[in-house]
């Protein structure tokens, strides 16, 4: 009988990147930031979101005070990059014990989407990694593994 092995299709490796590290890619092309987000792109991965994070990124990157660093047509441009390599995870607003519970959601759809790196330059993420298996990273230090 002949191995299945190989032959099956695999799931990409999901990563999730927070709203911030988003808008910053989103801003400066030059950014760590974004150079992280095309390393994910390079790699065939998938940008793991809820539709609460993708909400908050969507309502954040339209804010007026970003307006002088993106125009209308440049959002529009971004979030379908984003959509060519992102995987919508479904989550169920569980408190997992972050400092600042708004961003609970973050850890959530790491765990949910079995991501083995959420990037983050906030403290009250990086403070709790590794957290169930998933490495917490700021943007340069994803840029090394």
Known sequence: MR????????????????T????????????VPNKALEV???????LLFSTET??????????????????????ARYTDRLQRVSELVRIYGRQLGCRDPDD???LEVALRGEARYLVSGDQDLLVVS????VDILRPADFLLV
């Open 54 to 75: 993708l909400a908050e990124l969507e309502t954040r990157l339209c804010r007026p005070k970003f307006d002088r660093y993106i125009d209308d047509e440049g959002r």
């Open 130 to 133: 590794p957290f169930r298996g």
């Open 20 to 31: 911030n590290v988003l808008i910053s890619a989103a801003l400066r092309p030059s950014s």
């Open 104 to 106: 609970d959601k973050f």
């Open 3 to 18: 191995s299945l092995k190989g032959s099956l299709p695999t799931r990409a490796e999901g990563y999730v990147f927070d």
């Open 40 to 46: 994910v792109e390079k790699r065939g991965g998938a």
